[in-house]
């Protein structure tokens, strides 16, 4: 995703499902906190965006500078969440895999033969026509 993939004119549609989940989203939290720990300032404060969210069910238009600015604060963050998740899964999954591989001394792709002059495998041709129409 880049910067210009940004919605800075959205539809009425996704910003009706943006005030509804808003809406969702920030009534539960309320909830949770009265009745966790009482009505204190962030349920109140959770109730007053969940207002956002009815306003954004009703009146979708409204809720678009809200909407533009949640994700111009989003993408960044799901850049560097999404960075940091693939580095995780190479350096910790592909990275050990691959020294595992060298040390072992398996070769799953055959490329260690050094006299030959290509590494082309000859495979047997199917004698089958039907074959052809059925490729997968």
Avoid at 28 to 55: E, I, N, P, R, Y
Avoid at 96 to 103: I, M, Q
């Amino acid at each position: 995703m880049r910067w210009s993939d940004i919605p800075r004119d959205p539809p009425r549609r996704l910003l009706r499902q943006f005030g509804g989940l808003w809406l969702v989203f920030f009534l539960g939290l309320a909830a949770w906190q009265s009745l966790a720990h009482g009505l204190s300032t962030t349920s109140v404060l959770a109730a007053a965006v969940a207002l956002l969210g009815a306003v954004g069910l009703a009146r979708p238009r409204v809720v678009r500078p809200v909407f533009v600015g949640w994700m111009m604060l989003a993408f960044p963050l799901s850049w560097l969440v999404s960075h940091i998740a693939l580095a995780i899964v190479f350096y910790g999954f592909f990275t050990p895999l691959a020294l595992v591989f060298r040390l072992s001394g398996r070769d799953p792709l055959a490329l260690k033969r050094r006299n030959t002059e290509s590494y082309w495998q000859p495979r047997p041709q199917a004698t089958d026509v039907r074959r052809y129409f059925r490729q997968f």
